[in-house]
Structure formats: C-alpha cells, structure tokens
T-cell receptor
Framework: DGGITQSPKYLFRKEGQNVTLSCEQNLNHDAMYWYRQDPGQGLRLIYYSQIVNDFQKGDIAEGYSVSREKKESFPLTVTSAQKNPTAFYLC??????????FGPGTRLTVL | QQQVKQSPQSLIVQKGGISIINCAYENTAFDYFPWYQQFPGKGPALLIAIRPDVSEKKEGRFTISFNKSAKQFSLHIMDSQPGDSATYFCAASRSSYKLIFGSGTRLLVRP
C-alpha cells in the first residue's frame, strides 16, 4: 500500500523545546516537501528537497531545519527559534516537478 | 508577482447547483495550475490540473477554465453534492518544484 505517512498525528510541545516531525514515503519519489498550514490560510512552503542529501529553503524556513539522508525520509525539526510553531504541518512528495501528493499531516500545539 | 489570489473565501451552494471558485496570478512564467481538495484534518488531494496551452479541462463534474490573457483560472463544480463540501486550493508553479498556493475557499453544499 503506497503512500506518505506522517507521525505523530497530534504533537504537543512546551515552549523552548525542539520537536521533530516524521515523514516517510514509499512511492519512490525523488522530491519531498514540507508545508505549514494556518487556519484560513493557504499552504506555505518551509523546505523542499529534490534529491537525497540536498534541500532548499522555502518561503518560511526560519526556525526550522530538515535532513534528507534517505530517499524515503524527510524529517522536519521545529526549533525553539520558531516564534509561532502551533500549526498543521503537511509533508508531500512528487516524482516530477508538478504533481505533489500529500500526507495526512501533523497538528503541532505549543503549550 | 509570486502570489496567487483566490476568491471567494467561502461559498455556500445548494445541492445540484454549480460551484465556481476563481484564482488570479501575476507571474506570466507560471506554467502549471493544479487544484487541490482538502477535507478537515486531512492532507490536500490533487483534484485536477491544467497547463496554459489549453483553455479548459474537464474531469467528471470538475472543470478548469483558463484565461491566459486575463491571468485567471477557475474551478467549476457541476451538480454540486454535499460530499463536495471541503476546502479547495488553487496553486501555480513555474518550471520548478515550488507550488504557490492560494488562500483557499471553504465550500459548503447544502442538501
């Protein structure tokens, strides 16, 4: 059963703590992406990776970090430097530059 | 120039009616225009997409109309059903991996 998995579905974090969100895909896609979604807003690109061991900043990369050590995995770390981290985080992947397939998302809440 | 403006923010349609959502862009280099459908608490799913070499694309009850000169494109949902109630996002990209999303339209189809 191919697809994109994100874990956990819900995540709670205390202020000042770093937290890592998991994203795994078994679609054999080269490219992977992380988006942030806030209520009533569209999706904003945080980071994307076109190939293993390479990634680029998106529009709102400050306070976030990523790694791409394996083709299947693209974890996102929300650091304490991110001033307003409470949001819905979406991971996506694509074989080519167009059709992006999204995971189910992780809802992060900072307490 | 990188923005995609989407309207309306919300839309209420009676069952069987036509739902119309509009998007406008500035960057003439955009060459791929997808529409995504998102249900609450889920990741977006690709609904239909168009390239600027055609003016219309139809898939079942969903149609994209594209006006290159006006830099506008729209989604039409014919015979709208309560199951179509969701948030719809338009997006655009220009020969890259970066999709620029509109702010979304929340559609409610009343029975």
């Amino acid at each position: 059963d191919g697809g994109i998995t994100q874990s956990p579905k819900y995540l709670f974090r205390k202020e000042g703590q770093n937290v890592t969100l998991s994203c795994e895909q078994n679609l054999n896609h080269d490219a992977m992406y992380w988006y942030r979604q806030d209520p009533g807003q569209g999706l904003r690109l945080i980071y994307y990776s076109q190939i293993v061991n390479d990634f680029q900043k998106g529009d709102i990369a400050e306070g976030y970090s990523v790694s791409r050590e394996k083709k299947e995995s693209f974890p996102l770390t929300v650091t304490s430097a991110q001033k307003n981290p409470t949001a819905f985080y979406l991971c996506a992947s694509s074989m080519n530059r167009d059709t992006q397939y999204f995971g189910p998302g992780t809802r992060l809440t900072v307490l | 120039q990188q923005q995609v403006k989407q309207s309306p923010q919300s839309l209420i349609v009676q069952k069987g009616g036509i739902s119309i959502i509009n998007c406008a862009y500035e960057n003439t280099a955009f060459d791929y225009f997808p529409w995504y459908q998102q249900f609450p608490g889920k990741g977006p799913a690709l609904l239909i997409a168009i390239r600027p070499d055609v003016s219309e694309k139809k898939e079942g009850r969903f149609t994209i109309s594209f006006n290159k000169s006006a830099k506008q494109f729209s989604l039409h949902i014919m015979d709208s059903q309560p199951g179509d109630s969701a948030t719809y996002f338009c997006a655009a990209s220009r020969s890259s991996y970066k999709l620029i999303f509109g702010s979304g339209t929340r559609l409610l189809v009343r029975p």
